[in-house]
């Protein structure tokens, strides 16, 4: 299969909380993209780190990047309710064109 | 960013017939990418369609099955053709504009349901 692997599958924590998710991949790739799905509908950008990146910062979000393991974490801190979605990370190459998207991590924040 | 009008955004349809799902772009964009969700899964690449050329297709698609029409920079087309019950999906188009390559712009999808 393509797709790279994310867990947990799914993630239940208290609002407050911080929530991690991880993502591991298979090819050498530009960059990683991590994207936010509600209810199964369109898919939101939320943050992007490039391959010669290990750490960026957006607001509640961190994510890793490690290109000699080829995985990435998400950590979403003071986690709320309204963060409740379906989490997928995404590899772009540019010797494919692809943007390859993981299996997901479905997270609830429970009030 | 951009602004991606995608329909229908649901339908329910009989098993052999045939679904074609609009793409509309608010801008010029040069590749356009069509992704299947079946129920509780991951996106999966169908097809990418870039103007005035055939659709790039991905292993275990076929153009007989899902044809793509790219006619202008600002539209696509994908028909999911002779439907049966696991055809049952969300399908996806996007695009990336913003500086290429750094962020894909999705519609909100057209759920399938066949019966």
């Known amino acids: 299969s393509q797709q790279g692997e994310e867990d947990p599958q799914a993630l239940s924590i208290q609002e407050g909380e911080n929530a991690t998710m991880n993502c591991s991949y298979k090819?050498?790739?530009?960059?990683l993209q991590w994207y936010r799905q509600n209810s199964g509908r369109g898919l939101v950008h939320l943050i992007l780190?490039?391959?010669?990146?290990r750490e960026k910062h957006s607001g509640r979000l961190r994510v890793t990047l490690d290109t000699s393991k080829k995985s990435s974490s998400l950590l979403i801190t003071a986690s709320r309710a309204a963060d409740t979605a379906s989490y997928f990370c995404?590899?772009?190459?540019?010797?494919?064109?692809?943007?390859?998207f993981g299996t997901g991590t479905r997270l609830k924040v429970l009030a | 960013s951009a602004v991606i009008s995608q329909k229908p955004s649901r339908d329910i349809c009989q098993r052999g017939t045939s679904l074609t799902i609009q793409c509309q772009v608010d801008?010029?964009?040069?590749?356009m990418f069509w992704y299947r969700q079946q129920p509780g899964q991951s996106l999966t690449l169908i097809a990418t369609?870039?103007?005035?050329?055939?659709?790039?297709?991905e292993s275990g698609f076929v153009i007989d099955k899902f044809p793509i029409s790219r006619p202008n920079l600002t539209f696509s087309t994908l028909t999911v053709s002779n439907m049966s019950p696991e055809d049952s999906s969300i399908y996806l188009c996007?695009?990336?504009?913003?500086?290429?390559?750094?962020?894909?712009?999705f519609g909100s999808g057209t759920q399938l349901s066949v019966l």
């Open positions: 090819t050498s790739i530009n960059n």
């Open positions: 801008s010029q964009v040069t590749m």
């Open positions: 996007s695009v990336d504009i913003q500086a290429p390559n750094e962020k894909l712009f």
């Open positions: 995404a590899t772009f190459s540019s010797g494919t064109y692809k943007y390859i």
């Open positions: 780190i490039r391959s010669n990146e």
């Open positions: 369609a870039n103007q005035g050329s055939e659709a790039t297709y």
